[in-house]
T-cell receptor, first 113, second 111 residues
Framework: DAGITQSPRHKVTETGTPVTLRCHQT?????MYWYRQDPGHGLRLIHY???????DKGEVSDGYSVSRSKTEDFLLTLESATSSQTSVYFC????????????FGSGTRLTVV | GQQLNQSPQSMFIQEGEDVSMNCTSS?????WLWYKQDPGEGPVLLIA?????ELTSNGRLTAQFGITRKDSFLNISASIPSDVGIYFC???????????FGQGTRLTINP
């Protein structure tokens, strides 16, 4: 196992509530990413981090925020969950940057009702 | 928006057949990667390509980085039941700092 875990694995939440997903790694990798996966869209980047407190937006960042206060944890927060944010969320890590391939977590299935 | 076109979107084949899928783009990529995703899991890296024209194999899998740097293909020879899953291409655009993923090819194998 590559040492990346996501929690929770499944969550159901109500529209308008804040939700935080956690990604934890034990590899001491510098780069961490949050993607969402939806049918017909593949994997789309939400936010990524290139170091502690260093984050940047991806292509679908609206409605999401992230924080990275230590190397091993990268948190994704849905500030006010909407039904369009129902998705499977994947965290990924990379030790040498984006072009050497990522290692993905097992995903969090989020349902907003 | 989506910058990689992956085809076909789905494939239904018989066990033992060879498989071919590809990704194309109007943009130039520096790196092409191919991933496989099993149900309920995250994608796993299969092959990475770093040079135009590069041909790389991993067991029964072979992938190539197109000479124009705008496409890549993945071949699977003599398919077996455990090849079932979703295959994703991913690329790093020239000058960009992140990967872009294709929509995926869902492979189904009839025994």
């Amino acid at each position: 196992d590559a040492g990346i875990t996501q929690s929770p694995r499944h969550k159901v939440t109500e529209t308008g509530t804040p939700v935080t997903l956690r990604c934890h790694q034990t590899e001491n990798h510098r780069y961490m990413y949050w993607y969402r996966q939806d049918p017909g869209h593949g994997l789309r980047l939400i936010h990524y981090s290139y170091g502690v407190k260093d984050t940047d937006k991806g292509e679908v960042s609206d409605g999401y925020s992230v924080s990275r206060s230590k190397t091993e944890d990268f948190l994704l927060t849905l500030e006010s969950a909407t039904s369009s944010q129902t998705s499977v969320y994947f965290c990924a890590i990379s030790g040498r940057g984006w072009n050497y391939g990522y290692t993905f977590g097992s995903g969090t299935r989020l349902t907003v009702v | 928006g989506q910058q990689l076109n992956q085809s076909p979107q789905s494939m239904f084949i018989q066990e033992g057949e060879d498989v071919s899928m590809n990704c194309t783009s109007s943009s130039i990529f520096n790196t092409w990667l191919w991933y496989k995703q099993d149900p309920g899991e995250g994608p796993v890296l299969l092959i990475a390509l770093y040079k135009a024209g590069e041909l790389t194999s991993n067991g029964r899998l072979t992938a190539q980085f197109g000479i124009t740097r705008k496409d890549s293909f993945l071949n699977i020879s003599a398919s077996i039941p455990s090849d079932v899953g979703i295959y994703f291409c991913a690329g790093q655009l020239s000058g960009a700092q992140k990967l872009v993923f294709g929509q995926g090819t869902r492979l189904t194998i009839n025994p």
